[in-house]
């Protein structure tokens, strides 16, 4: 009971106050009539895209996480270089406020399919259907084209430092042949010992014959100090440290021996022969002292040109890695990118007067109902005063 008598006192309200209701819902209504005038249309044109990545077919120089495909269009399809290629192209259907960068590019969006991860699709909206239209198909095919200048200007970059790569790796692989110089890993990796090659072979053969032609002359030198101490002091032939002679360079010559010296009928005959083979050995010394010479001369030389080709190679080793890593960082990888579908038409996405007017009645009506109460209190707080 009570219900209903507070029912039928609202409804009497609303009846004593119909004329403030109808003003306000006539005032609401035609509004958002005016309003639905007033606002500037809005179209969406849409273009369906397809990316099928694939790897990227490579010397294996690259570890399989290298190797990793990602997606381009994230990145691509909405850019500064995408947006003016358009302008470029269709620069004279747009206005100057359009071709300022940043305007058309705030237009667009990329959106991805839900079910399917290789479609995305470039949707542009603009106040003028056949402006949203050419807009989004201009997107499309420019950023296709984008792709394929990214992609060739990166392949030709990628080609050139392989082959500098590989020419550097082709120089060092041919002057170790021909030196023999390298390095050479024990198992495990954790060190490592020279190679010094067909010339470092002969400069430690040619430094050990050095070795014993030096030891064979201080023998000699020795043997004639002992000569003439024996001569001036009126010694003989055995008192000479003549087991000296006994040198693996002195037998070899077979020129001079123990048995030869003792043959000899003074001092000064013997220290005669031993001063002639101490010449001969000298001069040999000395030969070979600049063979040597020239020898360690042309391997540091050798060591110096292998340090450099191997720095190249390094350089060209890390220049391939770094922009191959660049290239993986920037998902810049080969990708057939298509049109599946172009935009036919720009389909309108507002205002709606219809929906406006409904609208703007429904806030109106709500709102005369409101304004009936707040007329009716003031009303009945006017009376009681």
């Known amino acids: ?65 290298d190797r990793t495909v990602v997606k381009l269009y994230p990145m691509l399809a909405r850019t500064e270089a995408v947006e003016s290629r358009v302008v470029e192209a269709i620069g004279p259907s747009l206005s100057a406020a359009e071709k300022t960068p940043g305007t058309l590019m705030s237009m667009v969006t990329i959106r991805e399919d839900k079910d399917n991860s290789a479609l995305f699709r470039i949707r542009v909206q603009a106040s003028d259907p056949g402006k949203a239209k050419l807009i989004a198909n201009t997107w499309a095919e420019q950023y296709t084209e984008e792709v394929s200048t990214l992609q060739l200007s990166w392949s030709s970059e990628l080609e050139t430092v392989q082959q500098n790569l590989e020419s550097a790796e082709a120089a060092l692989t041919e002057f ?27 400069l430690a053969k040619q430094t050990d014959l050095l070795a014993e032609h030096q030891q064979a002359q201080d023998n000699l030198r020795l043997i004639l100090e002992s000569a003439q101490l024996a001569r001036d002091t009126g010694g003989s032939v055995d008192d000479l440290p003549l087991q000296l002679l006994n040198n693996p360079v002195i037998s070899e010559r077979g020129r001079l021996s123990a048995e030869l010296v003792k043959d000899q009928e003074t001092l000064d005959d013997a220290i005669q022969l031993l001063q002639s083979e101490e010449s001969a050995i000298s001069g040999t010394v000395d030969q070979l ?30 220049a391939y890695k770094a922009l191959s890593d660049q290239m993986q960082e920037s998902s810049i990888f080969l990708a057939n990118t298509q ?3 172009t935009a036919a038409r720009a389909r309108p996405l507002g205002p709606d007067p219809k929906l406006n007017v ?28």
């Open 1 to 65: 009971m009570e219900f209903e008598l507070n029912a039928q006192y609202y409804l009497d309200v609303v009846l004593r106050q119909w004329k403030v209701v109808l003003v306000v819902f006539i005032v609401a209504t035609l509004a958002a009539l005016a309003v639905s005038f007033i606002q500037e249309p809005t179209y969406e044109a849409t273009v369906s895209m397809m990316e099928q990545t694939y790897d990227y077919v490579d010397v294996p120089r690259l570890s399989p996480v």
């Open 176 to 202: 170790r042949q021909e030196t023999g110089l390298g390095l050479v890993e024990e198992p495990g990796g954790d060190q490592a010992h020279a190679i010094l090659g067909a010339r470092g072979v002969l």
């Open 289 to 318: 002292h600049a063979e040597v010479g020239q020898l360690q001369q042309e391997l540091a030389q050798d060591q110096l040109e292998l340090e450099r080709v191997t720095r190249e190679r390094d350089l060209a080793e890390s």
């Open 339 to 341: 049109i599946l579908s």
């Open 358 to 385: 409904i609208f703007g009645a429904a806030l109106g009506l709500a709102g005369g109902v409101v304004a009936a109460f707040a007329m009716q209190y003031v009303q009945d707080v006017r009376k009681k005063r």
